[in-house]
């Protein structure tokens, strides 16, 4: 097993700047999830790390060896895409074992490792199945198998899960969750959603334009924003931002960002704020409001169930306030 660095990795595509000056030391056996909207890179470093596309500028490690002239099939990297091929004319077996065939492997490990990787993922009952008999999600589980089966270093998922229905993702993702925590594989995992990312992680890029906005641990990057781009990624709702015309005290050229989950819902004389209930979206455990003041939305997650277009007062608490520069969106507390 290896850790993974990447020192100032710049990469074009013509004069598109797809990752600009990326370096990320990924400790031996620790899972990395890189986060950030559509074309923000995550699938080029992705990409660079498993050697198919040449590292333009910048050096990649896998452990102590800069992989830089190293080609794809000499990292000892296992990728696991959003859309898996399996070999339709060959058995789930037969797709485990192929790429040990590939490389030489005798037939008794092959039997060996396939049926290791069966126990671990729940295949054995379907080894001599052909991919078109399985649903999704035994289709996913032997792709994932099929990289594990030669123990690679690391491991490169991009968004493996997107293609499965939410409680096959759900269990899967427990699956990967566990499978790590039993083989400690150093993993770099591609995802947009953010369960994914908060559950699964050891540490989390969020990466946009090409850049890499803050890493650190899921919680820290929730708790401890660096910036608005990262404060608006992270929770579902997202933080809200208020014009600094709405809460008196703060100076003009200061955003003020609240969590819906620190918001207070409370009678309309006695908020700090007052607005009309827009949109009620119970969820069991608890409810997303949504207030409309003047022009400006806020997302409240409440334990109350408020009546769609009734008044309310909204408390503000200042202890759960954060403080960004309007014009380029630093944290300034
Ligand atoms: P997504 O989440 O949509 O998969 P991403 O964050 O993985 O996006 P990348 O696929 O790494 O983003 O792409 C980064 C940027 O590089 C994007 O602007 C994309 O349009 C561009 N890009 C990616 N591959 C190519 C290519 N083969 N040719 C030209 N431009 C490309």
């Given at each position: 097993m290896a850790g993974v660095?990447?020192?100032q990795v710049t990469?074009?595509?013509g004069r598109h700047l797809a990752v600009a000056d990326v370096s990320l030391r990924i400790p031996n056996g620790e899972f990395w999830v890189l986060m950030g909207p559509s074309g923000c890179g995550k699938s080029t470093i992705l990409r660079t790390v498993a050697g198919l596309m040449p590292v333009q500028q910048g050096r990649v490690f896998l452990g102590e060896r800069c992989v830089n002239q190293v080609s794809a099939r000499e990292r000892d990297v296992a990728m696991v895409f959003q859309n898996y091929a399996l070999y339709p004319h060959l058995s789930v077996a037969e797709n485990l074992a192929f790429g040990l065939k590939m490389?030489?492997?005798g037939s008794a490990v092959r039997q060996q490792r396939v049926q290791w990787v069966a126990d671990?993922?729940?295949?054995t009952g379907l080894l001599t199945q052909k991919p078109g008999q399985l649903s999704g999600g035994q289709q996913q589980r032997v792709a994932l198998g099929r990289a594990m089966v030669r123990s690679p270093q690391v491991f490169l998922m991009d968004e493996p899960l997107s293609n499965l229905d939410s409680r096959l993702r759900d269990q899967t993702r427990t699956e990967l969750k566990r499978l790590h925590q039993q083989l400690k594989i150093t993993t770099l995992y591609v995802t947009h959603d953010q369960t994914e990312a908060m559950t699964l992680a050891d540490q989390l890029?969020?990466?946009h334009q090409g850049r890499v906005q803050q890493a650190g641990t899921p919680q820290?990057?929730?708790q401890h924003p660096d910036n608005k781009t990262v404060a608006s990624f992270l929770?579902?709702?997202p933080m809200n931002f208020l014009p600094p015309w709405l809460l008196p005290n703060a100076p003009g050229e200061v955003t003020v960002g609240i969590r819906p989950e620190a918001i207070e819902i409370t009678a309309p004389e006695t908020g700090m704020l007052r607005g009309r209930v827009a949109v009620v979206e119970p969820l069991g455990d608890v409810t997303l409001v949504q207030v409309q003041i003047e022009a400006t939305e806020l997302w409240v997650k409440t334990q109350s169930v408020p009546v769609l277009g009734e008044w309310v007062g909204l408390i503000i608490p200042r202890q759960f306030c954060y403080y960004f520069d309007s014009a380029n969106g630093i944290r300034l507390t």
């Open positions: 660095i990447l020192e990469q074009r595509f490389r030489g492997v671990l993922l729940g295949l890029v969020i990466m820290n990057l929730y929770g579902n709702p």
